[in-house]
């Protein structure tokens, strides 16, 4: 069992940048590929970005991001702190939503973007973006 805990989220005006982080328990953080989803109101829960485990803090990760959000956001770990990173630019109101880490075991970055039952998550942070 791995536990997620996200932060950062807040009310932020359109144009507006953002850091979220999500912070994992364990000391096996670097085999977990993790993720990002987001989820508005009454809607699906949408894949936002996600990134490949690492095996150690020095190995090559692999990124895999939402076309609707290519170049806006950056995924990155550290995992000599157990933490992921979601960094958000020129954020508009329809980026409001509740923002989800996942957790994978030996997972790939592009395979992330798709949810599997048995995937780890965390209770969400909210994100709002005024107009």
């Known amino acids: 069992q791995v536990q997620l805990v996200e932060s950062g989220g807040g009310l932020v005006q359109t144009g507006d940048s953002l850091r979220l982080s999500c912070a994992a328990s364990g000391r096996t953080f670097s085999i977990y590929a993790m993720g990002w989803f987001r989820q508005a109101p009454g809607k699906e829960r949408e894949f936002v970005a996600a990134?490949?485990?690492?095996?150690?803090?020095?190995?090559?990760?692999?990124?895999y991001y939402a076309d609707s959000l290519k170049g806006r956001c950056t995924i990155s770990r550290d995992n000599a702190k157990n933490t992921v990173y979601l960094q958000m630019s020129s954020l508009k109101p329809e980026d409001t939503a509740v923002y989800y880490c996942a957790a994978r075991r030996g997972g790939s970055a592009q395979a992330m973007g798709v949810m599997r039952p048995g995937d780890y998550w965390g209770q969400g942070t909210q994100v709002t973006v005024s107009s």
């Open positions: 990134i490949s485990w690492s095996g150690t803090s020095t190995s090559y990760s692999s990124t």
